[in-house]
C-alpha cells in the first residue's frame, strides 16, 4: 500500500486536529495535499528539502506533498533550537524549508511566493545530484546537532508500513494520537502505517502528561497510543493509565528498552482494561520496526524484542554475536554532507543493528548487549562520541561518556565543581536533571595503550553528583 497516495473512500474521516477540533476527511486531505505539492518550486530536477515539523495538520499535508511529488525531504523536529537547525541546512543545503517561524530565520531564502505559508525557498538553488531512489531523510541522533541522516527510498517506507499495519492488525476503525514527535521515525510509523490503514490521525501536540492531551484522546475517542520507556514510565507512576484513555484498545513502545518490571505492570493493566500492549524494537536504520513481541506471550516472554516483523528476519552472527536484520524496510545507507544524497543502496536489504543478542528456543530474540557507543534515552539515539566532543568543547576539558538508557554519566578532568556542566549537559540535550550524573576527576582512567578505559568508568563511582 502506497499511504502517500491516500486511496481511501472519499468520505472517511482522515485527521482531526485534537486543539481546533477541525476534521479533513480522506478527500480534503488529498485536496489539501496536492495544494501543497503544487506550491513545491519547480528546479528542472529533482528536489530536495527540508520540513520542520511538527504535529499540526501543515506539516503533514508538506510530508505528504514531498513523497507525492518525487522530491528528497529532511526531516527536522521543529522544537529544536535554532542553531541545530542551521547545521543541518548548512550541511545540506536544501532547495526549500517548510515551517520556519520567519523568512528571516534563516539567511539565503525567501518567502515563497505560492501562498503556502510557511514555505521558503533557497534565493540561489545550487546543482545537485540526488539519488533517483532517494525520498525521505530522517535524522540519527536527535538535537546532538551531528548531521548524520538515513537515507530511506520510497519502498523502504512503504514496506514499514505495511509490515505494522499486518502485526497490529490495523483497520479503518483505528484512531491514533500523535503522542511522539513526527519528525521521530517512531513518530511517523504511527502516521504512515495508520494512512496506509485508512485511520484517522488525531493531532496534538501536547504533553502526554498533559491533562488537555487525555481530554482530546477521550473526547475524539483515540483507539491507540505509542510511547517511548520514559513515557510509560512517567504514565504508571502518575496512574494516569488506570483512570484516562476509555477507548484505547492497543499501547505500543518502542525507543529503548523498559524496565522489566514496568512492562509486567502494562501487561496486567493491559489484561484489566483490555488492551493489548506491544513491545517492540527497532532503529530509525530500518524506518522505525525491527521486531514485536506478540501481546498474547508478553506474559512470557518479558525481556524479550520478540520477532521479525511480516516480511522481516532475524539473525545473529555466529561469531560476533551480533544482531543483523534483513527486509524491505532497511535504509539505503547514510549521509552525512550533501555530497552522499547521490549513493546508491550500500545495503541491499541487510541492516547490522550493533546489538548483541540471543535466540531462545521458541525463535525470540532478545538484547544482551551493544557493539556501538550510543544510549537511547527518551526515544532519542544520543552518539556519545558526538555528545563527548560538545561537552568537551563547552568545557575545555578532557571527557568520558558511557551510562545506560536512563542515565547518560560524564567524567570530566576538571577541578572545580561539576553542577554547571550538569546545568549545560541537560540544557543542551534537553534531558531531565535526574537522567544525567556527573563526575569530576583529576584524571581519566586509560587502557595501556592511551585509550579512554571505559570499561573501569562504567563501574559504579562513589563521587558523583546529580
Known sequence: MEFWKLPHPDSCPAVIDTRSGRQWTYADLRREVAAHQESLPRLGRKSLGAILARNKSESLF???????????VILLDAAWKPAVIGEFLESYRPDWVFGGPSEDEFLGFHRSV?????????????????????????????????????????????????????????????????????????????????????????????????????????????????????????????????????????????????????????????????????????????????????????????????????DGALSIDDESGELVYSGQNVMMGYAEC??????????RGVLRTGDLARRDDDGYFYITGRLKRFLKMFGKRFNLDDVEKVIARRCNATVACYGRDDLLQAAVEYSGGVEAIHAMICETFDLPRPAVQVVAMQELPRTPNGKLDYQR??????????
Open 62 to 72: 508538506m510530508y505528504l506533498a514531498a513523497l507525492r511529488s518525487g522530491s528528497a
Open 457 to 466: 568508568l562504567s563501574q559504579p563511582l562513589a563521587a558523583t553528583r546529580d
Open 338 to 347: 550533501r555530497n552522499d544524497l547521490a549513493n546508491d543502496d550500500e545495503l
Open 114 to 310: 505560492s501562498g503556502v505559508d510557511g514555505l521558503m525557498e533557497r534565493d540561489d538553488p545550487e546543482d545537485l545530484d540526488l539519488h533517483p531512489d532517494l525520498a525521505l531523510l530522517l535524522t540519527t541522533s536527535g538535537s546532538t546537532g551531528n548531521p548524520k541522516l538515513v537515507r530511506l527510498a520510497l519502498k523502504n517506507v512503504a514496506a514499514n508500513a505495511n509490515s505494522i499495519v499486518q502485526y497490529l492488525a490495523l483497520t479503518p476503525n483505528e484512531r491514533p494520537i500523535t503522542s511522539l514527535p513526527m519528525s521521530y521515525s517512531y513518530g511517523l510509523s504511527v502516521v504512515n502505517s495508520h494512512l496506509a490503514a485508512g485511520g484517522c490521525l488525531l493531532l496534538s501536540d501536547d504533553s502526554v502528561l498533559q491533562r488537555s492531551f487525555w481530554d482530546a484522546l477521550d473526547r475524539h475517542c483515540g483507539t491507540s497510543f505509542a510511547g517511548v520507556p520514559y513515557t510509560y514510565q512517567m504514565l504508571l507512576q502518575t496512574g494516569l493509565l488506570k483512570t484516562r484513555g476509555v477507548s484505547l484498545t492497543t499501547l505500543t513502545q518502542a525507543g529503548g528498552r523498559l524496565d522489566e518490571r514496568f512492562i509486567r505492570q502494562m501487561y496486567e493493566l493491559a489484561q484489566t482494561r483490555g488492551w493489548k500492549f506491544f513491545v517492540m524494537y527497532g532503529q530509525t536504520e530500518a524506518t522505525a520496526r525491527i521486531s514485536y513481541v506478540p501481546f498474547e506471550r508478553l506474559g512470557a516472554k518479558i525481556g524479550a524484542v520478540g520477532v521479525a516483523i511480516p
